[in-house]
Structures are given as C-alpha cells and as structure tokens.
C-alpha cells in the first residue's frame, strides 16, 4: 500500500524523529547542555514528518522557556506495523574508522552526558 493514499489516520506510517535542542538556563552545569530528543510522528510520508516533528520542537522548545529548537532533524521511517515491546522507534548508521571504544567515547560516553548509565 503506497503511505501517500492511506484513506484511514490509523494506518498511517509511524516515524521517529530527533532534534536538537540547546538549554540556556541549567544552572549547575558551566557549559551549553544540549539536548537529542526522539519523539513518534504519524505521517504520509518523510516531509508531513519533518513538518509535524519540527511543529512539535518549536512548541516544546517554547514551552520549556530556556531551550532552544537548533533545527537540526533526523527522520526514521518505523517499519513495524505494530508499536509496542522491542519496536525500533530510530535508528542511526554511522561510518567510522574508530574502533569500538574510540568510537564510544568520541560519540556517546564523553562524560558530558547528563543521562543514567549502564554500569
């Protein structure tokens, strides 16, 4: 079925959206805080996605009061039927000649992150 004729909302296409978003008021922290938030977006296709994604950053961005919507988007097409247990919502592939600590550490394990870690 081509999403861009779906007649019903309910069978439309779900997609997972991040932005990034600057904080300007994080008084216990001295650097810029930024923030990678996924969301699920149900839309006919990529652009209806980034269009309602990027609606919904300005509202949250606006309603936080000290955050900023930076404009970057990153749209990922949910491929499951069904959304529950296990269901990927986003996914990212990256090239890189790091190895895997390297790469870790360089992308995801700084120890900038404001975030809970595994042990």
Same mark, same amino acid.
């Given at each position: 079925?081509?999403?861009?004729?779906?007649?019903?909302?309910?069978?439309?296409?779900? +997609?997972?959206?991040?932005?990034?978003? #600057?904080? $300007?008021?994080?008084?216990?922290?001295?650097?810029?805080? +930024?923030?990678?938030?996924?969301? #699920?977006?149900?839309?006919?296709?990529?652009?209806? @996605?980034?269009?309602? @994604?990027?609606?919904? @950053?300005? $509202? +949250?961005?606006?309603?936080?009061?000290?955050? $900023?919507?930076?404009?970057?988007?990153?749209?990922?097409?949910?491929?499951?039927?069904? #959304?529950?247990?296990?269901?990927?919502? +986003?996914?990212?592939?990256?090239?890189?000649?790091?190895? $895997?600590?390297?790469? #870790?550490?360089?992308?995801?394990?700084?120890? @900038?992150?404001?975030?809970?870690?595994?042990?």
């Amino acid at each position: 079925m081509n999403p861009g004729n779906r007649e019903n909302k309910n069978e439309e296409p779900w +997609y997972g959206a991040k932005c990034i978003f #600057l904080h $300007t008021a994080i008084e216990s922290c001295q650097r810029q805080v +930024y923030e990678e938030r996924v969301i #699920l977006v149900r839309a006919n296709d990529f652009d209806e @996605a980034i269009r309602g @994604a990027e609606q919904e @950053a300005e $509202t +949250y961005a606006r309603d936080c009061g000290s955050c $900023t919507y930076t404009g970057f988007i990153d749209v990922f097409h949910i491929y499951d039927g069904h #959304l529950g247990d296990g269901t990927e919502v +986003y996914s990212l592939m990256r090239t890189s000649d790091f190895g $895997t600590d390297e790469y #870790l550490t360089r992308f995801y394990d700084t120890e @900038a992150e404001r975030t809970r870690k595994q042990p």
